[in-house]
């Protein structure tokens, strides 16, 4: 079988949506034999011609027709990886040009169209946070026109609900960077805290710096590796924790590093509820680090409690053995393993197969 998947970019460019449908592309490949042409949304980038062996195309200008014009004429299957802010170009912009193109090519062609929606269109003011709603119709008349419907987020998913009569299924984002086939447990580890992700981790050191001194006290951490585009740290402000910035590495080193490390530290308090959509918090339960979160982000409805999945910088944290923090990696770990990439995967593939 072969199939588009539309994304916003992809490597070199950072993106988090283009590296899930890469991998997504790779997993689908090699478990069931479906094949992937990349479509670019965004205009006016550089593209490689292939990447990881999956031919890519752009678009020249956003239009219907443009985009008709280069879609592939032997693809059976459409995934849509829609994430709203790369698609939008301004609070009162929306391309509902593309709507009318995948509705024409759903129709002629009897196209399987599966979209995943990675985000849904907001607007907050001060501490209100409510759907935009001219970008939402977009979101609403994709959601309609789609044989399936995914996103990562229960909180999502819900919302999505109410749009659609047929279910929506929701499953947490697996780790982008690679799983490991072993995970070592604590005591086979160096006492390291990891730090990673782009530039929005910024928010750990900004907002969240004494919480991260603190978690390294209670838990005896030698060392701090940030790992990412350099958000410019003073290693004197670490106090007795050695800070290592090690900049942009590839997955496998940053996969090994994970896997001799004790934490995981992350601030997701942007995002409440949606801890499972992250794929960094993913990756740390994924490789066994202790996943640790800024403050408790309300995520319950993907599975996820505190004090069982993660913990935060609080009192909570200065009784806990080795044993009892290895309990809470074993709990994330197994957590992670119902929504990896292989059953992620199956997931999309079920879809497009049956």
């Not at 409805?301 to 074993?330: I, N």
Request: charged share 20%; with cysteine.
């Amino acid at each position: 079988m072969k199939i588009v998947q539309i994304v916003p970019r992809l490597p070199p460019y950072t993106d988090g949506v283009g590296d899930y449908a890469l991998r997504l592309a790779e997993e689908l490949l090699n478990a069931h034999g479906i094949t992937t042409q990349f479509l670019v949304f965004q205009k006016e980038l550089e593209l490689e011609p292939v990447i990881n062996g999956f031919p890519v195309i752009g678009l020249s200008e956003h239009s219907s027709n443009a985009f008709l014009s280069v879609f592939p004429k032997e693809s059976e299957g459409i995934i849509l990886h829609y994430s709203n802010y790369p698609y939008l170009r301004g609070k009162l912009d929306a391309p509902f040009w593309m709507v009318d193109a995948l509705r024409s090519l759903v129709k002629q062609r009897s196209l399987k169209l599966i979209v995943m929606f990675h985000e849904l269109p907001s607007l907050k003011f001060k501490r209100l946070n409510f759907l935009n709603p001219i970008q939402s119709l977009v979101s609403y008349r994709l959601a309609k026109l789609a044989t399936t419907v995914i996103t990562d987020s229960a909180r999502f998913q819900a919302v999505l609900s109410q749009w659609i009569k047929h279910p929506v299924t929701c499953i947490p984002d697996f780790s982008t960077i690679g799983e490991p086939d072993q995970v070592p447990p604590l005591v086979e580890r160096q006492r390291r805290l990891i730090v990673f992700g782009g530039s929005d981790r910024q928010r750990v050191y900004k907002n969240y710096f004494q919480e991260l001194l603190y978690t390294c006290r209670i838990l005896k951490i030698a060392e701090i590796c940030d790992i990412g585009k350099s958000v410019n740290l003073n290693s004197s402000e670490f106090e007795d924790v050695r800070l290592v910035e090690m900049g942009f590495q590839p997955n496998e080193v940053v996969r090994q590093l994970m896997l001799n490390s004790w934490v995981g530290f992350i601030d997701y308090s942007r995002f409440p509820g949606d801890l499972g959509k992250s794929s960094v918090f993913a990756a740390f339960c994924a490789h066994g680090l202790i996943p640790i979160s800024s403050q408790y982000n309300p995520s319950e409805a993907d599975g996820l409690t505190m004090h069982k999945h993660y913990l935060v910088p609080d009192r909570h944290l200065e009784g806990l053995t080795v044993s009892e923090l290895q309990s809470v990696v074993d709990e994330a770990n197994q957590w992670y393993n119902l929504h990896n990439l292989t059953e992620n995967t199956k997931v999309f593939a079920s879809h497009l197969l049956r």
